[in-house]
């Protein structure tokens, strides 16, 4: 890519935790462990939602689904055990929870104060006439100036590419989960959920992916009771997939 | 009011900007230990102007009272302030009661990477950045002057339930520190 | 002091360049007549402190005292003999190489605000700054001809690889978007 031409774009959208505290809101739940169950499903369909508009976000948004996803199945099935970092994982965001809450209330506060517009005024900067006399600095020479920009330019670039890194490894993972789906169906009828995805990652692709297929209507899934293992179909069986 | 206090006055008045303790310890040529004593003399001296001095992180601006607000802001049309977004309302926020603070503390709070948030309040002049002593290549953020200014605040104590929020905040600490 | 006064004292501070008669009148919503009196009786009020007003062409403006010269000129020298830190130096590079540019344009570029390090760089006499003639209150900021033949280039196309690096730096737009 050229150098020139990029913006810096400034994205303003709610993070996930502020995104989480409003829907438990939105529901008038306090924050406990059965509050951030209930909202699980509507937070799944915000981060679908938010994967058409912004994917680099998906990767922060991913991180606190699969804690929600874990606090569900506990809730769902009460006998399973929940590993030692499990257990912390969610004890982490609830206590992250509880600080957002407070620096929430503390952000209204400020804004009150910012609005009343009761503004302290300084004076700006004031050149004090100084007699002309130019005082050169030591070792600025044109490469000096010619470096110190390389740097900038190098961190600028970096800021961008960063934000592409991230971006296409969250659609790539949906899309290869999406890819590896439909061709796992071409070649037998159903799949269980539980044997295509290993590690917890894997499996929070899967069901962005599954979201995205039902959506597109390639696939059906199936549930004989809750919290069983979800069987996966293709929706029509010789379906050009 | 007395030659020293004078002196720092206009010490403050020229330099416009804020001016470190150290370096008003300097030009005005009194021992270190003495200058927050010595601002707070001054500002008591300037109770019956529509002056103020504001302390924050050991540096000190003088800044006109919130009652010139009106007048001022039609004389410099230019100072008219933006509104603030949730987003960066929120940042704002655990910059000022939890200042200075580690751009990873920021993220871990809202959940969220805050690069693009903090590079915008920089811009505007709401916050300022400084190394982090213990850390190479790293940064802490607090508020800035303006920010305190635009607030009307003179310094942070004086914002809204200051103490509650840090004492919260130190209940929690050890959670946040990663 | 009297509430006029004060708020004609908060004033002057404030805007720091001289201000005329006839604006004066308008922002302190005075009538003009009363102007040079108020001047004479704040100017009584300052008596006993480091400023006075100094009234020109009938236009005013707030000053120190005589007396305080010598404090303040060392606060203002110790500022400029210091040596160019890498912030600064970054900030005179995007100068040369864009200059003239807007205030807003170098802060973008860099990320965080500006204003501290070029008020530093102006009085090193390091770049100049002439108001932009496309919009009112603001500043375009070139590097000086004293700095220029520092550097040993007749002009400033001359630096290295100045087409490649003015062209980068021209294509980071504003997009700021709040």
């Known amino acids: ?241 | 009011m007395e030659q020293k206090l004078k002196t720092i006055h206009a010490l403050l008045f020229t330099y416009g900007e804020p001016l470190s303790l150290e370096k008003l310890a300097r030009f005005a040529e009194i021992p270190k230990q003495e200058v927050g004593e010595c601002i707070e003399r001054l500002n008591t001296a300037l109770m019956d102007t529509p002056f103020t001095v504001l302390s924050h992180e050991n540096s000190f601006q003088l800044a006109t009272r919130p009652e010139y607000a009106s007048a001022l802001e039609a004389a410099l049309k230019s100072e008219v302030s933006e509104e603030l977004t949730p987003a960066s309302l929120e940042t704002l926020a655990i910059i000022a009661y939890l200042g200075p603070v580690l751009r990873a503390k920021v993220d871990y709070i809202r959940g969220v990477n805050s690069s693009f948030i903090l590079r915008n309040l920089l811009l505007r002049g709401l916050i300022s950045r400084v190394p982090d002593p213990q850390r190479a290549n790293t940064y802490v953020y607090s508020v800035s002057f303006d920010f305190l200014r635009h607030l009307g605040v003179r310094e942070l104590s004086e914002l809204p339930e200051f103490e509650r929020y840090r004492k919260f905040l130190d209940g929690v600490r050890i959670a946040v520190s990663e």
Do not use: W
Request: aromatic share 6%; hydrophobic share 45%; no cysteine.
């Open chain 1, 1 to 241: 890519m050229t150098l020139a031409g990029y913006e810096l774009k400034t994205p303003e959208f709610a993070g996930p935790i502020e995104k989480l505290v409003e829907l438990i809101e939105a529901k008038k739940l306090d924050s406990t462990r059965v509050s951030l169950s209930e909202v699980t499903g509507d937070f799944l369909r915000y981060l679908e939602t938010l994967a058409a508009v912004s994917p680099a976000l998906l990767a922060d948004f991913i991180v606190v689904a699969s804690r929600l996803l874990l606090i569900k199945s506990k809730a769902l099935l009460p006998e399973s055990e929940l590993s030692e970092e499990e257990e912390y994982d969610i004890k982490d965001l609830e206590t992250r929870l509880s600080i957002y809450r407070e620096f929430k209330h503390a952000a209204i506060a400020l804004n009150a104060r910012y609005k009343r517009r009761a503004q302290l005024f300084a004076r700006d900067y004031f050149l004090v006439p100084h007699g002309r006399h130019v005082v050169l600095p030591n070792g600025v020479t044109p490469q000096a100036l010619h470096q110190q920009l390389g740097q900038l330019m190098r961190a600028l670039e970096a800021i961008s590419a960063r934000e592409r890194s991230i971006t296409r490894r969250a659609v790539i993972s949906i899309e290869e989960k999406m890819r590896s789906l439909v061709r796992h169906l071409e070649t037998s009828a159903r799949s269980k959920f539980k044997d295509l995805a290993e590690t917890r990652e894997e499996a929070i692709a899967l069901f962005l992916a599954i979201l995205h297929l039902l959506k597109d209507q390639l696939i059906d899934i199936e549930q004989s009771e809750n919290f069983h293992d979800i069987i996966i179909k293709p929706r029509s069986p010789n379906g050009a997939l």
